[in-house]
Nanobody, 123 residues
Framework: QVQLVESGGGLVQAGGSLRLSCAAS????????MGWYRQAPGKQRELVAA???????NYADSVKGRFTVSRDNTKNVVYLQMNSLKPEDTAVYYC?????????????????WGQGTQITVAS
């Protein structure tokens, strides 16, 4: 079992910055991809940004040039630096991880979600 714990959400004025962190904990796993999704009221959850264990990144077009995703593989932590925030960035942000679980029977892939953290950007 893997737990994802997020921190860093809150209220910010348009044009401001926030940094989210997500730490993964548990036993017997390795992380392939970590990233962030968001869900605004009445909308589907969407990918914001993700980073592989090798450092390759993927961003939603709407956040390119403003958000930066990074990770510390030694600590199993992923970060999302959000700059030039806009009111349309308001949403609940969820940490996500694709992992490989190791046990006595072998290994298998799984995915986990954080509890979500609210980001509100005031105009």
């Amino acid at each position: 079992q893997v737990q994802l714990v997020e921190s860093g959400g809150g209220l910010v004025q348009a044009g401001g910055s926030l940094r989210l962190s997500c730490a993964a904990s548990g036993r017997g796993f390795s992380i392939n991809t970590m990233g962030w999704y968001r869900q605004a009221p009445g909308k589907q959850r969407e990918l914001v940004a993700a980073v592989t264990s090798g450092g390759s990144t993927n961003y939603a077009d709407s956040v390119k040039g403003r958000f930066t995703v990074s990770r510390d593989n030694t600590k199993n932590v992923v970060y999302l630096q959000m700059n030039s925030l806009k009111p349309e960035d308001t949403a609940v942000y969820y940490c996500h991880a694709r992992v490989v679980i190791f046990n006595l029977l072998g290994q298998y892939e799984s995915q986990y979600w954080g509890q979500g953290t609210q980001i509100t950007v005031a105009s």
